[in-house]
């Protein structure tokens, strides 16, 4: 029941706000991170280079589907964006049915663009069925493909740790952001740029994808000061005896 009324609560208040946020431009905190990455996405165009999204080896059926999903928004907004370029965009992932929604997700980036002949379906790839193996595998496209910028967003952990170092390696940008622990911290320390914690969800909001997406850090923000008040609340009826 509790679930239920957080979920209708949630839908309400981010179809409302959304509507708010079409007639009233968007005010958002700096992040470098999406700075750095607006900055890239014009350069690679520029200069003839490829950018690389790795979505990680999560899942959309366990806990890792809301930052495959995260993944999901970034990688059609860039594929949109670099749709005309000379070296397309190349994603990468290390799960077989998310592999599939990410190939339709690079379709459906190249259509908003208008666009649709200049799809290749194998700019969406598997590269392994193991995190180490997918780690392994996505290596080699930061080697040998014309890559300037790595850019990953979804479910990584200590592997994380291979593609930062080929990355490095190769001098290339690199702009990271995990929803596991472990992930994050290797990222923060092998990163020029690293998103922390719920920033992650934040990119359709920075880059412009949709009065939606802003609407969304809204609605998290007042779950947030709604769960603060609860706990604030709750510990303030037990020290005064009330519950």
Not at 63 to 90: Q, Y
Not at 132 to 159: C, D, P, T, W
């Amino acid at each position: 029941m509790t679930s239920l009324v957080i979920l209708s609560l949630s839908g309400a208040l981010l179809l409302g706000i959304t509507l708010w946020k079409r007639k009233s431009p968007a005010m958002l905190r700096e992040i470098p991170a999406f700075t750095r990455l607006y900055r890239t996405l014009g350069l690679s165009v520029e200069d003839g280079t490829r950018l690389h999204v790795s979505l990680g080896s999560g899942s959309l059926l366990d806990t890792s589907g809301g930052s495959a999903l995260a993944g999901l928004a970034m990688l059609r907004i860039i594929a949109e964006r670099t749709s005309d370029s000379d070296k397309p965009v190349v994603a990468s992932v290390g799960n077989p049915p998310f592999g599939l929604l990410m190939q339709d997700t690079l379709q459906a980036g190249y259509q908003a663009a208008g666009a649709d002949e200049l799809y290749i379906p194998t700019m969406g790839r598997v590269t392994g069925l193991t995190p180490f193996g997918y780690a392994a595998g996505a290596m080699h496209i930061s080697k040998n493909e014309e890559v300037s910028a790595n850019i990953l967003v979804g479910h990584f952990s200590s592997e994380v740790a291979l593609l930062a170092e080929a990355s490095d390696r190769e001098n290339e940008i690199m702009i990271g952001a995990s929803d596991n622990l472990t992930g994050q911290a290797v990222l923060f320390a092998s990163t020029q740029d690293a998103l922390i914690g719920e920033e992650l969800f934040a990119a359709g909001a920075y880059l412009n994808a949709g009065a939606s997406h802003t609407a969304s850090l809204t609605v998290q923000d007042i779950l947030r000061w709604l769960v603060i008040a609860a706990l604030l609340g709750g510990a303030f009826a037990k020290f005064a005896g009330i519950i």
